[in-house]
């Protein structure tokens, strides 16, 4: 019997599950692979946990795997989806598929038919499928200039509104969480770690920011706000280039601002409705690596269309 291994590399997550032609025999997470934002080295060793922890649970070994599909953001740029994979064949036996972190989270959202998926993780994108087969994405250019309503542009979102809220002495909670997230003692401390070269890690600033709004904070309940609309901007950009006329339009969120929060998903379910008939959400939040593992089965013909 075959047995398939899908990964989900995320920027502050990896996780993966290893199966056989009908169920699912093991898992594992540990910490972010996306290459580009933790290196070769950090990466690698969080996919070789995640490996291990799931042939631990399947009672196999990573020569025993017919067939990996890991998913990254990024692997479309020149030399990513090449060093993942040169890392797998140093970690799994057999073939070995390298796809976009949004072809995973479509897979896993609706398999072969059309649809939008809103992914908001560590960064952000849109990407769709209309039934005629056209795509298109929109958002997921790189935290510098992109990456609107994720975790990285939540957290920078946030010091801007704290250090805007330092400046007109307004009150707020937010500021203390940043400076205690950080390690910090005073808000000069912080204008120096924010504008630090390399960058801050300002994901990491999400969770506070989803505390500082479910304790009332307004500035964070602001901040997550603003991230609602800029993801429903996101997929109405895709909505509007390969969905013109359609009366349905499936929709799925994924990533761990949208599991996450419950202020994000409505305003960007509302705003995306507002703005777009025939929306059509799937209100459960995706989980990517399902797609990883159902993609690396469908090329031994088991997948997908033929389970």
């Excluded at 019997?1 to 056989?20: E, H, P, R, V």
């Excluded at 209100?283 to 033929?306: D, K, M, Q, S």
Aim: with cysteine.
């Amino acid at each position: 019997m075959a047995i398939f291994l899908g990964i989900d590399g995320g920027g502050s997550k990896t996780s993966c599950l290893i199966g056989n032609e009908q169920a699912v025999l093991g898992s594992g997470i540990a910490a972010g692979s996306n290459v580009v934002r933790v290196g070769e080295a950090e990466a690698k060793k969080a996919i070789a946990e995640v490996i291990r922890q799931a042939c631990t649970a399947a009672k196999i070994t990573p020569s025993q795997i017919d067939r990996t599909c890991i998913g990254v953001a990024g692997a479309a740029r020149p030399g990513v989806g090449e060093l993942v994979r040169r890392m797998m064949t140093e970690m799994v036996s057999g073939e070995i598929q390298v796809v976009g972190d949004m072809v995973i989270a479509m897979e896993a959202a609706f398999g072969s038919g059309p649809g939008v998926i809103v992914i908001s993780g560590t960064g952000s994108i849109a990407y769709g499928r209309s039934a005629k087969g056209e795509t298109a994405r929109a958002g997921g250019w790189g935290f510098v200039v992109s990456d609107e309503g994720s975790g990285h542009w939540i957290g920078r979102s946030a010091v801007a509104s704290a250090l805007r809220a330092q400046d007109e002495a307004l009150s707020t909670t937010l500021l203390q969480a940043i400076l205690t997230t950080w390690h910090l003692k005073t808000h000069e401390q912080l204008v120096l770690a924010a504008n630090a070269a390399p960058p801050p890690d300002f994901a990491v600033l999400f969770p506070p920011v989803l505390s500082a709004a479910e304790s009332g904070d307004a500035l964070a309940v602001g901040t997550l706000n603003q991230a609602g609309i800029e993801l429903a901007e996101l997929a109405k950009a895709v909505v509007r280039r390969i969905f013109r006329g359609a009366k349905s339009i499936p929709v799925a969120m994924s990533g761990g601002v949208f599991a996450n929060s419950a202020l994000v998903r409505q305003v960007f379910y509302n705003r995306l409705r507002a703005d777009c008939s025939g929306i059509a959400l799937n209100e459960a939040v995706v989980e990517p690596v399902r797609g990883a593992l159902e993609l690396a089965r469908a090329t031994h013909g088991i997948g997908r269309n033929n389970r």
